[in-house]
């Protein structure tokens, strides 16, 4: 277990590197600059504003300095330090840096995430064993027919019919904004339920395959009762494939919180991440983009290991 | 007999499939006594392995279905019994060991927490008399150092050591009856040998009756008393085992025999064989089932299906010809 999470440490490290070096290029190498507008600006004004940001730096100057800062190491004036990773400012939200940016987004998109993926997981595996056990009976086909659809639907859609219904036709929820849980739920529902969709056919398929396996016969010849048969023997095995399906998932929903955070105007990062990228706003992309890959690298190691965890078979290298 | 512990009566299992229905099973009787091993013989698809599962109710349903006859277990019928009822029954008083070991067992669990909750359904153990209890089990079906190896996973044991297990699992309750199917089929001649030993051994400790499943006249001859063969979903014999061995009386019993392996056989020798398949319980022949495969056969078989008839003892079987004295008309192996 150790040796799995230093070794997982390490590529953590080298990961972010790799991904901070292609999209920092990948960024610059998109014609348009940060400061280029509709109106040409004063040269002097526009070498001022180039000067104040260090873009008049050699590129490989910038790449090291922000790689320097960003690692916590330098100052952004190219000054040694020991610190806390510094992003530097944005280049287009004035007098905010991009730390604090995504210290105010972060917990709402963070919030977001969980109550979205946890809702996709208590539903659908809840759906998906209901399922499973009534299998080719109304009630397996009704379970079945909602989930492909809600696989076929795209969330801004579902978000989209969930205002008209639950704000405006029976007003149970706030339509936009954040604050306390309830303008919460919509959101999370609508980016959540593709993901309780797919779960739930994860798991029927799953549990359909496990109540076959010869040790669920014996879990019955030992004259267990039909839940604790599902409980003790099957739910195990069933849970294997949705758990793989949890790395994806995340960053799915991550991806997916994009629409959904525009539609109901929750300021997480993902309303961030393409206005900046729009903008070349090139440090708060570049925070994003970072944030999201420490948030899917987490996702995967802690998947591999419930994996270890739930088959004993399975050993961490 | 008053030690008759299950009464078997006109048993009939059926599947419902595409092909229509299909009767696995067929008005199959027998009676269990304490303390004896009933050995069911028969080729895959005899309907041998469903016999047992209808006995445990664990014929899967859909497709399967028990469309006849009563099972008496001390004066019960297993088989219209309440779920609930049968529960308490079901690896309690009858258990069940099957064929693979390898994937019998839960492979995400340990060995410990499969073991300690038999005892804890059944019997209302605490966790900590059931563990006692589970290391005791292990330590009687020759399982080393049991207090340690109880908390490995099943991939850790090998396919005997498995099968051991299940039998420990299967005898935690000291049950009245165990059905074992093909419990050695999985398993390597030497392991095979020390299984069987074991289960005899543990049959006169606890004077448990067993049920074996098998299509090895091997095993047969090793552990049964009495021996009851079946083809085609019915019993066409039914003897003791020295008898059916010295003196069988139906065709496909003689078939089978013959087509044991002997060490006084030369080995180039080919090895004799049964002609042709099983039948296909959907599109059986109208009269005797075995009768396109029989070298006895006559016009009356093709006809109608023979019933059981008593021979000498308590021995019953199914033909038309009485194969002692008649020598077969065409040699199937010709």
Not at chain 1, 155 to 165: D, H, M, P, S
Not at chain 1, 254 to 276: C, D, N, Q, R
Not at chain 1, 292 to 317: F, G, H, Q
């Amino acid at each position: 277990m150790i040796p799995f999470l230093a070794k997982r440490l390490l590529w953590f490290f080298v990961t972010l590197w790799v991904v901070f070096t292609i999209s920092f290029f990948l960024m610059r190498a998109v014609p348009g600059g940060p400061f280029d507008g509709e109106r040409n600006l004063e040269p002097d004004v526009k070498q001022a504003i180039e000067r104040r940001y260090r873009v008049d730096k050699p590129l490989w100057n910038q790449y090291l300095v922000h790689l320097g800062m960003a690692a916590g190491l330098l100052s952004e004036d190219g000054q040694f330090r020991i610190g806390v990773p510094d992003l530097g400012p944005s280049y287009r939200i004035r007098d905010f840096s991009v730390n604090q940016i995504i210290a105010q987004g972060l917990p709402v998109s963070a919030s977001l995430g969980i109550l979205a993926l946890s809702f996709g997981l208590v539903v659908g595996l809840f759906a998906g064993v209901i399922a499973a056990l009534r299998r080719q009976t109304w009630v397996d086909t009704g379970v079945m027919l909602i989930a492909t659809a809600g696989m076929a639907v795209p969330n801004f859609w579902l978000a989209g019919v969930c205002i008209i219904l639950f704000v405006f036709l029976i007003p149970l929820f706030p339509a936009a904004g954040w604050g306390n849980l309830s303008n919460l739920i919509l959101p999370a529902f609508c980016l959540g339920a593709p993901y309780a969709a797919y779960i739930a056919r994860l798991t029927r398929t799953g549990m359909l395959e496990v109540l076959h396996q010869d040790y669920i016969r014996t879990a019955r010849a030992k004259g267990l009762r039909g839940r604790q048969v599902i409980i003790r023997h099957a739910l195990k095995g069933s849970a294997l494939p949705v758990v793989s399906f949890l790395g994806p998932a995340a960053a799915g929903i991550l991806t997916g919180s994009l629409v959904i955070e525009k539609v109901f105007h929750l300021s997480g990062i993902g309303s961030y991440f393409v206005e900046a990228a729009l903008q070349r706003d090139y440090p708060l992309a570049m925070g994003v983009v970072l944030v999201y890959t420490v948030v899917l690298y987490t996702m995967n190691v802690l998947v591999d290991l419930s994996y270890a965890i739930l088959d004993p078979r399975i050993e961490l290298e | 007999m008053d030690n008759c512990i299950l009464q078997v009566d006109d048993l009939g299992v059926c599947f419902h499939t595409e092909e229509g229905r299909i009767q696995a099973v067929d008005g199959v009787s027998f009676a269990l006594h304490e303390g004896e091993t009933l050995g069911i013989v028969g080729e895959s698809g005899s309907g041998k392995s469903v016999t047992s599962l209808a006995l445990m109710g664990l014929v899967p349903s859909p497709p399967g279905e028990i469309c006849a006859g009563r099972a008496l277990y001390r004066g019960e019928n297993l088989l219209a019994m309440p779920p609930k009822r049968f529960s308490k029954i079901r690896g309690n008083r009858v258990a069940m060991i099957f064929q693979d070991p390898m994937t019998s067992l839960n492979p995400y669990m340990t060995i410990a927490d499969q073991l300690i909750e038999v005892t804890v359904v059944h019997l209302g153990h605490t966790r900590r008399e059931a563990l006692k209890h589970a290391i005791e089990m292990l330590e009687r079906v020759g399982i080393p150092s049991p207090s340690k190896r109880i908390f490995a996973y099943p991939h850790e044991f090998s396919g005997g050591m498995r099968q051991r297990v299940m039998i420990a699992m299967a005898l935690s309750c000291q049950p009245d009856i165990l059905i074992a199917d093909e419990p050695t089929t999985a398993l390597d001649v030497t392991i095979e040998a020390q299984i069987l030993e074991l289960m005899k051994q543990l049959q006169q400790s606890q004077g448990t009756a067993i049920i074996m499943i098998t299509h090895d006249m091997g095993v047969v001859a090793n552990i049964c008393h009495r021996v009851h063969v079946m083809y085609a979903g019915k019993i066409v014999e039914q003897a003791s085992c020295d008898a059916l061995f010295a003196n069988p009386r139906h065709p496909y019993t003689l078939g089978l025999l013959k087509s044991v392996p002997r060490l006084t056989q030369a080995t180039s020798a080919r090895l004799a064989t049964i002609d042709g398949q099983p039948p296909d319980l959907a599109h059986l022949p109208p009269g005797c089932a075995f009768e396109p495969r029989c070298g006895y056969a006559t016009r009356e078989c093709r006809q109608q299906s023979p019933q059981l008839q008593d021979a000498e003892d308590a021995d019953r079987f199914a033909c038309f010809v009485d194969i002692t004295k008649e020598s077969p008309h065409k040699d199937p192996h010709a």
